[in-house]
């Protein structure tokens, strides 16, 4: 089976920048992703590693470590809008499907 | 707007009832997938359908059901209802089976046992 680990709560300040960390066991792996949550919301997409290092989708970033089991969701020029939980997931080899997270809920503060 | 949408958005029933929760897939998505996410809770997944067939199950209790139809469409079937199946459902859509298929969600229904 999967298990993944990540805080479950991070409280930054406008402006800063912040590192979502997540941790994961799992007897095969595909992927790492993270998926944004508002409350009320839905999970959107926010970005996949499948190889180690830094992917960078404007202000969000995401690496990952294969060999750790580790990868973390960066944000910078942290705003308001970006208060919300972080899910990261990962995907087994074969046809499994995402294993998510408990989730991170992340509050921006002014 | 992911492209897949989700209906009722809001349902409200009685511990015992049976409901049925619809759900389309974007166009072109083949998977459909079921989570629920309780209070504070992260996304369970239920079930994953794949072009009509069912392609992997997770902690679904067995007074669920789901089917995907030839239109790809998808419905959750929740019988007997409990109060702890009180919860958030999504569905959520990705053109093939996994691999690094993104996928996409709808709205969700929130379902209110009483």
């Known amino acids: 089976g999967q298990s993944l680990e990540q805080p479950s709560e991070v409280t930054a300040v406008e402006g800063a920048i912040v590192q979502i960390n997540c941790t994961y066991q799992?007897?095969?792996?595909?992927?790492l992703s993270w998926y944004q949550q508002h409350d009320g919301g839905a999970p959107t997409f926010l970005s996949y590693n499948a190889l180690d290092g830094l992917e960078e989708t404007g202000r969000f970033s995401s690496f990952l470590s294969r060999s750790d089991s580790y990868g973390y969701l960066l944000l910078q020029e942290l705003q308001m809008k970006d208060s919300a939980s972080y899910f990261c997931?990962?995907?087994?080899?074969?046809?499994?499907?995402?294993?998510f997270g408990k989730g991170t809920r992340l509050s921006v503060i002014a | 707007d992911s492209g897949v949408t989700q209906t009722p958005k809001h349902l409200i029933t009685a511990t015992g009832q049976r409901v049925t929760l619809r759900c389309s897939p974007r166009s072109g998505d083949l998977s459909v997938y079921w989570y629920q996410q309780s209070l504070d809770q992260g996304l369970q997944f239920l079930i994953q359908?794949?072009?009509?067939?069912?392609?992997a199950k997770g902690n679904i209790l067995e007074r669920f059901s789901a089917q995907q139809f030839p239109d790809l469409h998808s419905e959750l079937n929740l019988s007997s209802l409990e109060l702890g199946d009180s919860a958030l459902y999504f569905c959520?859509?990705?053109?093939?089976?996994?691999?690094?298929?993104?996928?996409?969600f709808g709205p969700g229904t929130r379902l209110t046992v009483l």
């Open positions: 997931a990962v995907r087994d080899l074969g046809n499994t499907p995402l294993v």
């Open positions: 799992t007897s095969g792996f595909y992927g």
């Open positions: 959520a859509s990705s053109i093939h089976s996994g691999g690094a298929d993104t996928q996409y």
């Open positions: 359908y794949y072009n009509g067939e069912e392609r």
